[in-house]
Each structure stands twice: as C-alpha cells, then as structure tokens.
C-alpha cells in the first residue's frame, strides 16, 4: 500500500518528462516505484515488447510447444511415460476417458487426455479428459469424498421425483 505521504508526492516520468503524482505509476507491495515511467508510457513501452515478442519469438515458441515431441518430453519427464505407454494406455480404456469414457479429451491445451496418478506414490492410473480429471482433483482424490457425492447425486435423484415443496 501507498503511504500518505507517498500518495501527495509526485515524480517525473522519464519519458514524457511531465511531473505527476504517484498515483500515476505501478508500485510494488513493498512501496517501490515498478517503473520511472508513468502508467501510460509503461503502457506503450510493454505493448510495443508485447507485439515484437509475439511476431519473434512467441509464435514459434507456441507451435513448438505443442509438437508430438515435446508432448512425449513432457510426458516421461511428469509421469515416466513414453508416448508408445501413453497410447497403450489409451487403447486398453477403449480409447476414451477412464471415467466417463468420452471419446474427447475435452481440453484446449494440447487435445490431448490427462494423465491421473497418484499425487502419494506418483503412479500413473489412467489417462482422463480434462472435466473428470479436475472433478476427482477438487474432491480431492478422497474415496469417501467422491462416495459421498455419489449418494448425494442418488438422494437427490429420488427426491426430485417427489417434488420439492419450498
């Protein structure tokens, strides 16, 4: 946070030269000054990095990333798998999610379905789409947890026959 006395004073950008309060810059949390360039000309000066980076560097980078290599070196690297056990694994799940069995991995990254393990051991369980592999992540990878869900979607399967009367 800006202290008082901070927030009255003002400082030369060192840019456009104008002398203008404090409000107009970035600061950290530790109260320092991000930038001796205000808001606006920081603005200009990253966007300007921005468009170069991405006519460079970051497209390349982008359709790097992505490449059926660089998944297959992901993949041992995170879970020891070659890209051969991956498509292994896949094919003996009838080549679908574990869980739900969609055939769609369902994920915007890479297309492709998320290896499960086990975040104890580190030992792979299966391959998932992206929905069944963050619901079991979010209850935690708790039978009981994930049990407890089950009767909760059964009990309200029966009682929404009934009716509820609120």
Same mark, same amino acid.
């Given at each position: 946070m800006l202290s008082t006395q901070t927030a009255v004073e003002s400082f030369e950008c060192s840019d456009c030269?104008?002398?203008?309060?404090?409000?107009?810059?970035?600061?950290?949390?530790r109260g320092h000054r991000?930038?001796?360039?205000?808001? /606006?000309? =920081?603005?200009?000066?990253? +966007?300007?990095? &921005? @468009?170069?980076?991405?006519?460079?560097?970051?497209?390349? *980078?982008?359709? /790097?990333? =992505?490449?059926?290599?660089? +998944?297959?070196? &992901? @993949?041992?690297?995170?879970?020891?798998?070659?890209?051969? *056990?991956?498509?292994?694994i896949l094919a003996l799940q009838g080549g679908g999610c574990a869980i739900c069995k969609s055939k769609e991995a369902k994920t915007k990254r890479n297309g492709r379905f998320c290896v499960d393990h086990d975040h104890q051991t580190g030992e792979v369980r299966g391959l998932l789409c992206a929905?069944?592999?963050?619901?079991?992540?979010?209850?935690?990878?708790k039978i009981e947890v994930l049990e407890s869900a089950t009767n909760y979607l059964k009990n309200h399967q029966e009682r929404s026959r009934r009716a509820w009367s609120c």
């Open positions: 030269k104008r002398d203008l309060p404090a409000t107009e810059y970035y600061w950290h949390k991000h930038s001796c360039a205000c808001k /606006s000309c =920081y603005q200009i000066k990253r +966007r300007a990095y &921005q @468009i170069n980076y991405m006519a460079t560097v970051g497209k390349a *980078k982008a359709r /790097s990333r =992505y490449s059926p290599e660089k +998944r297959s070196e &992901q @993949i041992v690297k995170s879970y020891g798998l070659t890209l051969e *056990k991956y498509e292994l929905p069944c592999n963050r619901g079991i992540g979010l209850l935690q990878d």
